[in-house]
């Protein structure tokens, strides 16, 4: 019979079993955790109201909505403001859903040293 490396320990060992079974349930709470962002809206508006996105709390971009007449879509000016303020719109929205999935995802991931960021998860990083 092979001798347990962490019986020097005292406390009679370690179980192993124990902690992989903690490991899959944190692995398990964080995909629904994960799944309950991706259902989740979070809106970035610019101008006014002239240009608001939609992203969920995972950073996808789901839905842009420009206020009619506020763009004259045959000048060129007004075009490149357009896309410039859907990008400014979209990065409002992505910075909500960022606090949204810090704050979701925070209490499971401050036991793991570093925060969801180094566990690659979309929308975390």
Not at 5 to 18: E, K, T
Request: hydrophobic share 40%.
């Amino acid at each position: 019979m092979t001798q347990n490396p962490f019986d020097a320990l005292g406390g009679g060992g370690f179980d192993m079993n124990a902690l992989l079974q903690q490991a899959q349930q944190m692995q398990q709470q964080l995909e629904e955790a994960q799944a309950n962002l991706a259902r989740q809206t979070v809106d970035g508006t610019v101008a006014g109201g002239a240009v608001s996105v939609t992203a969920n709390g995972v950073g996808e971009l789901v839905g842009v909505t420009i206020r009619t007449g506020e763009f004259d879509g045959n000048d060129p000016d007004d075009l490149s403001d357009l896309s410039d303020l859907i990008v400014a719109a979209y990065r409002d929205a992505r910075a909500k859903s960022e606090a949204l999935a810090s704050e979701s995802m925070g209490p499971l991931t401050d036991g793991l040293g570093g925060g969801a960021g180094g566990l690659g998860l979309p929308g975390l990083g």
